[in-house]
């Protein structure tokens, strides 16, 4: 018996039995669809933090506090990082290209329209160059602005949007914490919101934020630019040494750059991703045993016809080609609509909560695969017991 003779009987034999088909089916088509719509969804994410991170610079460094304050022994607080070692860094270290102070809190937002929440960053215009983003409209305040502490604000594309629906803001003024402030200008929308992001932020001179907002000198970090990616080690190092004796007792710092970040969120993203794939796989499990029992009582049914093919010059080849072929049929089936499922699923997903998806060919084929490989090998056993009847007491089944 060829192949293609095999194939027609297994089709055929699955055609008579549809819904008992379909729903031996079930179970691949549930695991195929979930392997292939967690992996969609998986690097579709990797790839978006990777395209976030790639935003910002591959070689921006985040000098930041790892004890915020440290008390000293009169209960003084004393601020670990300030502007003070921001331009220290500056001034001596020959791996730095650009820094920028970052000193920030959530603040009260009022405008004609109401009141509003948004993060307010104290810093210098140097944050546009080491964020890699640019004014839109307006202008970025000045080394002038920033030493007479000015109350101006350059606002995120989020904020600008939000407070400012129908108008550009530039010339007009809001209140942020009774104060008054001049719009000055409006950043370009990155299109993310990463937790770093200035779309969703309000920038204002880091002596302004100091002085008239928020009553310290404390920053949440300093923004680092090496001079290229190959410098990253070496800004870090220089960091580090020039810091080092500058700190207060009992002090440190955390240093981290963005390949370490996209590193660690690649790791974390594959982790979840390979999680729930393994959970996707125990319904292939499930499904590839449906597929040997449903086989196993095809076989019991069909004792008859076994005996009569014997009969008739069929070997016990021909039996176990017929019964393996019905097996990888019906899996096989099953993992094309479960391919088709998860994409569509994946698209849904992405549509309806705004999740970034990645179809890859790759996991469409080991999808496939795998159903291909549950079908043998599920299927390798009942067709084993089919070839193996003889055919006399085949023959004699229910006379």
């Known amino acids: 018996m060829t192949f293609l003779e095999g194939f027609r009987l297994a089709a055929r034999g699955i055609r008579s039995n549809l819904l008992r088909s379909v729903l031996t089916m079930l179970g691949v088509i549930i695991g195929v669809g979930s392997v292939i719509a967690m992996v969609s969804l998986g690097q579709g994410a990797s790839a978006e933090v990777t395209q976030r991170i790639a935003n910002m610079g591959s070689n921006l460094l985040m000098v930041q506090p ?43 937002i009022r405008t004609e329209s109401g009141s509003h929440e948004f993060q307010v960053i104290g810093t210098t215009a140097s944050y546009l160059e ?29 904020p600008a949007a939000e407070l400012f629906p129908h108008t550009d803001p530039v010339g007009e003024t809001l209140r942020i914490n009774q104060r008054t402030f001049l719009i000055i200008g409006v950043l370009e929308a990155k299109g993310d919101s990463a937790m ?4 969703d932020s309000i920038l204002v001179p880091v002596t302004t934020a100091e002085k008239r907002l928020f009553g310290t000198d404390a920053l949440r970090m300093i923004n680092v630019k090496a001079v290229s990616s190959d410098h990253i080690d070496a800004a870090e190092a220089q960091i580090e040494r020039i810091l ?33 794939a393994g959970i996707a796989g125990v319904s292939l499990l499930v499904g590839g045993i449906g597929i040997m029992n449903i086989m196993l009582v095809s076989v019991t049914e069909r004792t008859k016809e076994i005996g009569i093919r014997r009969a008739i010059g069929g070997t016990p080849k021909d039996i176990l080609v017929q019964f393996t072929l019905e097996a990888i049929f019906l899996s096989s089936l099953g993992g094309l609509i479960g391919i088709a499922a998860g994409f569509s699923g994946a698209q849904l997903l992405s549509q309806a909560m705004g999740w970034a998806v990645m179809f890859s060919g790759s996991a469409a084929v080991l999808g496939f695969g795998t159903a291909v490989t549950i079908g043998l090998f599920f299927g390798i056993w009942p067709a084993s017991r089919a070839a193996a009847l003889d055919p006399i007491l085949a023959l004699r089944h229910d006379m």
């Open 244 to 276: 080092s004796p500058m700190l207060p007792e009992g002090a440190e710092i955390r240093i981290t750059n963005m390949q370490q970040m996209l590193d660690t969120m690649e790791e974390t993203s594959m982790t979840f991703t390979l999680l729930l």
């Open 66 to 108: 790892g004890r915020a304050v440290v008390r000293t022994s009169g209960g003084t607080r004393v601020a670990v990082l300030t502007v003070a070692h921001e331009q220290a860094i500056a001034a001596h270290a020959s791996a730095v290209a650009a820094t920028a102070p970052e000193l920030s809190q959530t603040a009260n």
């Open 196 to 199: 770093m992001s200035a779309d």
């Open 130 to 158: 080491i964020r890699n983003t640019s004014i839109v409209s307006g202008r970025m305040f000045s080394d002038e602005e920033k030493r007479a502490a000015d109350r101006v604000v350059v606002l995120g594309a989020n």
